[in-house]
């Protein structure tokens, strides 16, 4: 199984000098390969350890308020080899450059010493990681200030999936999204982390590039996007939905703080439509403990009776396919948008009951109809609720 670390070095793998070995495990990586977008991952780590040596050498040397020119540069990582197995294990090996010259030949010219510190910082940062997976305290020879590099090291990885990290003989020690929010959250209130949730637009500021958001629970949030085009879409958008995808400041208790940065904003009715089986298939495999650490794995019962409901509503009424996501207590939603209308239907757990529910953003106007039993009366009182709504006037 994946999700067990490894004690020893893998078999197979020759320990070819490698400065760093990392295995990734579970969820994507099961496929036996690594993503293009976990690469960054492994330059986060390369930068990690480069700060943690420039503290060692001034920590070593204070007679100097700086460390030497070129000692960044002197340290340089490439991949050697991917490795594949139960998992996907990437060697990375420091670069034989200018600066692996002997030190008489640096001296006169040729390139760079090699500095130990960064062997030393690589040994401190497996250290630091192991106390976090253990809940003891950082060791205290690791700088607090210094954590917040954690944010971006591992961000990519997903619920489910890990790292492993070691060289030589060393045993691994494993690192997941759990470990790098105990690190950051060590020295700091808030931690980042990928964020990909639906909020209502509520206005904007065209000449600031401001988006007004709230969440859920009615919590606001100002998000700068790059160009007034996208501020004035949202802004005529107001009081839709829009779903974030991007990177968040979280508390400790997971709830978004602050917006850092978005790479897309989805608009409900711009969403591409997923074949329903496909999205069914990620929703069961949704983990538990996905949204809190403590939530249950999505119903397997509840997505089945949404898969009866979409199939029949689409095939039978012509309905559009809604986008399908779990929530925290494990029922399953639906969503559309509609003209003024945003609708839902939400499959509860107590008696897989159908709960509808529509709201027009204009006029504050609501619908709620509950089907009790999916029967052969299920189709007509679906289609008596979203006749209801007319989506050119946003009106009944």
Known sequence: MTNVPNQKPQP????????????????????????????????????????????LFRERNSDRQRVPKGFEESFQLGLSQVIQGNSATALAQRLETLEDQPVDAVQAG??????????????????????????????????????????RFGQSLRVGEHAELSHGQTDPV??????????????????????????????GEIRAYIVHLAGEDGTRFDLRVDTDEECEK??????????VVGVGLFDRQDRLTK??????????????????????????????????????????????RMGELVGLITTEAGVAMPYIYPLPDGSITGEWTRG???????????????????????????LDVEIAQFDEHTLSAFSHFWSGMDPDTGGR
Do not use: M
Request: aromatic share 10%; glycine share 6%; proline share 6%.
């Open 340 to 366: 003024d209308w945003e609708i839902s239907a939400t499959v509860t757990l107590s008696d897989l009951a159908i709960e509808l529910h529509a709201l027009n953003v204009e006029t504050d106007e609501e």
């Open 174 to 203: 494993r690192y997941d999204t759990e470990t790098r929010k105990r690190i950051v959250l060590s020295a700091n209130a808030t931690y980042e982390n990928t964020l990909d949730q639906r909020f209502t637009l509520t206005g």
């Open 12 to 55: 197979g793998i020759e320990d070819n000098g490698d400065f760093v070995r990392v295995r990734f495990a579970g969820g994507r990586f099961d496929s036996h390969t690594i993503p293009f977008d976990v690469l960054p991952d492994l330059a986060a780590y390369r930068d990690l350890v480069v700060e943690v040596a420039k503290h």
């Open 234 to 243: 949202a802004i005529a958008r107001r009081r839709h939905q829009v779903r």
């Open 110 to 151: 040729f390139g760079f010493p090699r500095y130990g510190e960064f062997e030393d910082a690589r040994d401190l940062l497996d250290r630091v990681i192991a106390a976090a997976n253990d809940g003891h305290p950082l060791p205290p020879e690791f700088p607090r200030e210094l954590v917040g590099k954690f944010n």
């Open 259 to 304: 917006i850092t940065k978005y790479k897309e904003l989805i608009y409900t009715d711009d969403e591409p439509q997923q074949p329903l089986d496909e999205r069914l298939g990620e929703i069961v495999r949704t983990p538990a403990g996905w949204y809190s650490g403590q939530n249950p794995a999505p119903d397997a019962a509840a997505i089945t």
